[in-house]
C-alpha cells in the first residue's frame, strides 16, 4: 500500500498553476521541498514523467503518493491536514458547497476562461456541446456565488474552495479571461491579504525573478 506518511515534495514552476499549489501548502503551514522545474525540457524529462505523464506542473509527491492537478492537490492537502480547517465537516452541508465550487472552477470555469483567453469559446448554438455551456452563465453563476458568500463560499470558515476561487479570480480578471466585476474584487481582495498568500506569492515571485536572472546570464552567453 501506498506510503502517505512521508515528505512532501513540491514540483512546480513559478509562473504556472503551482502558485495556487504552494498557497494552500502555506495555508497547511508544514515543511515542504521544493522542485523547480522548466518547460520544454525537466518537465518532460523521464525523472519527471515518471510522476506525472503529463509533463506538466503542479505535482505534489507525499511519501509514495503522487497527487497532480491543483484542484485535487487543495482538496486532498485539506483531508491530510484537517487540523487546519481548510475543509468543511464530511457530509455536512458546507461540505456539498465545498465540493460544489472545487470542481465548479476546475470544471466550467477553467476551461471557459482557457477558451476566453484562446477565442475559442463554443458559439451559441455549439453551447450544449460544452461543459461550460455559455461564457455569460459560467460568469453569472459566479458572481452570484461570491455576492451570497457569509463571508465566504462554505460559510464562516475560510477553505481551499475560496482559496482555489481566488486564485482563479486573481489569475483570470487581469488578463481579461474573467471580466472583472465588483464582486469579483470584492470576494478576492481580502484572500490576496492572507499571510498565506502573501508568503507564497513572495516566494515564486523570487523564483521568477532568480529565472529571468538566469535565463538573461545564458543567453548572453550563447
Known amino acids: 500500500m501506498p506510503n502517505s506518511s512521508g515528505p512532501l515534495t513540491f514540483y512546480t514552476h513559478p509562473q504556472s498553476r503551482g502558485r495556487t499549489a504552494r498557497w494552500m501548502l502555506e495555508e497547511c503551514g508544514v515543511p515542504y521541498d521544493t522542485v523547480?522545474?522548466?518547460?520544454?525540457?525537466?518537465?518532460?524529462?523521464?525523472?519527471?514523467?515518471?510522476?506525472?505523464?503529463?509533463?506538466?506542473?503542479?505535482a505534489l509527491q507525499h511519501g509514495d503518493v503522487v497527487v497532480t492537478e491543483v484542484a485535487a492537490i487543495c482538496a486532498y492537502l485539506a483531508d491530510v491536514f484537517p487540523?487546519?480547517?481548510?475543509?468543511?465537516?464530511?457530509?455536512?452541508?458546507?461540505?456539498?458547497?465545498?465540493?460544489?465550487?472545487?470542481?465548479?472552477?476546475?470544471?466550467?470555469?477553467?476551461?471557459?476562461?482557457?477558451?476566453?483567453?484562446?477565442?475559442?469559446?463554443?458559439?451559441?448554438?455549439?453551447?450544449?456541446?460544452?461543459?461550460?455551456?455559455?461564457?455569460?452563465?459560467?460568469?453569472?453563476?459566479?458572481?452570484?456565488?461570491?455576492?451570497?458568500?457569509?463571508?465566504?463560499l462554505c460559510g464562516d470558515a475560510f477553505t481551499a474552495a475560496d482559496l482555489y476561487v481566488g486564485a482563479h479570480l486573481n489569475w483570470g480578471m487581469p488578463f481579461g479571461s474573467i471580466e472583472r466585476r465588483p464582486a469579483f474584487e470584492a470576494f478576492v481582495q481580502p484572500l490576496l491579504q492572507r499571510p498565506a498568500y502573501l508568503r507564497a506569492a513572495a516566494i515564486d515571485d523570487a523564483l521568477a525573478a532568480a529565472s529571468a536572472v538566469n535565463a538573461n546570464a545564458n543567453g548572453a552567453s550563447d
Open 36 to 58: 523547480v522545474l522548466e518547460y520544454g525540457t525537466t518537465m518532460k524529462a523521464p525523472a519527471y514523467l515518471a510522476i506525472n505523464p503529463m509533463g506538466k506542473v503542479p
Open 83 to 152: 487540523e487546519k480547517g481548510l475543509a468543511p465537516p464530511a457530509g455536512s452541508p458546507q461540505r456539498a458547497a465545498y465540493y460544489r465550487w472545487l470542481f465548479f472552477s476546475a470544471g466550467p470555469l477553467e476551461t471557459a476562461a482557457t477558451a476566453k483567453a484562446l477565442n475559442l469559446l463554443a458559439p451559441a448554438e455549439r453551447a450544449v456541446m460544452v461543459g461550460y455551456g455559455r461564457y455569460a452563465d459560467v460568469m453569472d453563476t459566479l458572481e452570484h456565488a461570491v455576492a451570497q458568500a457569509r463571508p465566504f
